[in-house]
């Protein structure tokens, strides 16, 4: 994956906002891909495995030569829709069982194995290919998970939004990636909802 400066460099790019900080830098990695635009309207699907690449790229996640099939396309989209399924549950939602068969499915073909570098355990692919850029995700989603930071990765609830955010309250309380943006106007929304006669 990107080097730590790399990711601080995307982070300040997309991410770096006083309200709301990114997350830290292997589960930012896994924020941002929630957060791509794949092409997967109709109409652009076409250019999905390029946006695709561009992206898989751009966090080392593929080689520089890698070329990407319709069903490696459609196994990411798979995989991003799944862990966007759960990011919801990270809200009070329930977690989807199908996300869950999804996510089951993919880490099947994507297994993880200790490797030691340097005397520090880390999980890394045990395949390659597609499968372990997919396994790489799954280990940031494992790594964030076991140190408590996953549980904060939400979406936005926000109904013209749904951006990936990292909820940084002091109770886990957050509900929006922006209470200045989206916040403000889901309360404006129920005020108006709850005194309709009024301007």
């Not at 690449?53 to 080392?60: I, N, P, Q």
């Not at 996300?99 to 099947?108: D, R, T």
Request: aromatic content about 6%; some cysteine; charged content about 25%.
């Amino acid at each position: 994956m990107l080097g730590v400066m790399d990711i601080a460099s995307l982070i300040r790019d997309n991410y770096s906002t006083p309200e709301r900080p990114p997350a830290p830098a292997a589960l930012f990695v896994v924020q941002d891909f929630a957060n791509a635009h794949f092409a997967e309207e109709p109409e652009d699907r076409g250019r999905a495995p390029e946006a695709m690449l561009k992206w898989l790229r751009r966090f080392d996640l593929v080689s520089a030569g890698a070329h990407l099939s319709a069903q490696d396309v459609r196994q990411v989209l798979a995989v991003r829709g799944a862990l966007r399924s759960l990011l919801e549950a990270n809200d009070g939602h329930a977690a989807d069982r199908k996300a869950i068969e999804s996510l089951n499915a993919a880490a099947s073909r994507a297994p993880l194995v200790v490797r030691f570098e340097r005397g520090t355990p880390r999980l890394r692919p045990a395949v390659g290919g597609i499968d372990a850029a997919i396994a790489q995700l799954l280990a940031a989603v494992t790594a964030a998970v076991a140190d408590g930071t996953w549980e904060r990765l939400k979406i936005c609830r926000a109904d013209d939004c749904h951006w990936a955010f990292y909820d940084t309250s002091r109770n886990h309380s957050g509900a929006w990636c922006s209470m200045a943006g989206c916040g403000n106007r889901a309360k404006a929304r129920a005020y108006r909802r709850r005194h309709p006669h009024r301007r």
